[in-house]
């Protein structure tokens, strides 16, 4: 088990955290100009992030902003007319030093859940992959992991690895619809992995689900999740 320190999904929260802050920053100062922030996505990673923010200003018109990093920070805007404006805002915009985010508040009350997480993600081979985290507006957290080493190599076709995983946190995530591979972990959690691999690379996603469903029973000391019934 990974302790907070080690975490693979901290560690990608905790690499993009000041970027979060400058991005909370722009909707402070969007805010001094009448305009609302109505909803907004995060999308974060090791080297790099996208936040999407969909604005409203007094007048009613309504647009989208984004913020993102793939080489250097960035903004847009769905209507052309306000790119300039974006640009200039974000520039200004400064994060108070030793600031806490309002955006990382329901992530950091998912210690438990993201424990979960970094059980199944420790059997995973982590130089061969993408692992991405989500933060939405309305409490909710997407973690997705994807493996899809020499999948589209023609040199590699017994050798090759197709694991794709997600891991949804939020409130009432048990009522949410269930698709094929998908399990129900508790009431905020619902994990679904789904591994194509060539047969030698065949099992990882088996382990992650078997780590998920451990991790949980030694919490509540029942048994909640039997490797052996995953498909």
Same mark, same amino acid.
């Given at each position: ?145 994807? !493996?899809?080493? =020499?999948?589209? &190599?023609? /040199?590699? #076709? @017994? +050798? ?50 078997? !780590?998920?469903? =451990?991790?949980? &029973?030694? /919490?509540? #000391? @029942? +048994? ?8």
């Amino acid at each position: 088990m990974h302790s907070s320190a080690q975490s693979i999904v901290h560690s990608i929260v905790n690499a993009q955290k000041n970027k979060i802050l400058r991005i909370e920053a722009l909707v402070q100062l969007l805010a001094q100009q009448g305009i609302t922030v109505t909803d907004w996505t995060i999308e974060l990673w090791k080297t790099g992030y996208e936040a999407t923010l969909k604005v409203k200003e007094k007048t009613g018109v309504i647009y989208t902003v984004g913020v993102q990093c793939y080489t250097q920070d960035e903004t847009y805007a769905s209507l052309q007319s306000k790119e300039a404006f974006i640009e200039k805002m974000f520039a200004q915009a400064n994060q108070a030093s030793g600031q806490r985010s309002h955006w990382l508040r329901f992530f950091e009350t998912q210690a438990p859940q993201v424990a979960i997480v970094d059980a199944a993600l420790a059997v995973c081979d982590q130089s061969r992959h993408q692992t991405t985290v989500t933060i939405y507006s309305e409490n909710r957290v997407k973690i997705k992991y994807t !493996n899809h080493w =020499n999948a589209k &190599s023609l /040199k590699h #076709k @017994t +050798n090759y690895y197709m694991i794709d995983a997600h891991f949804d946190i939020a409130a009432g995530a048990h009522n949410l619809r269930k698709m094929r591979n998908e399990f129900v972990f508790g009431k905020t959690m619902k994990v679904g992995v789904s591994d194509g691999s060539s047969k030698q690379n065949r099992g990882c996603g088996n382990r992650m689900l078997a !780590n998920s469903g =451990n991790c949980i &029973s030694n /919490k509540t #000391k @029942t +048994n909640i999740f039997s490797p052996s019934t995953i498909p």
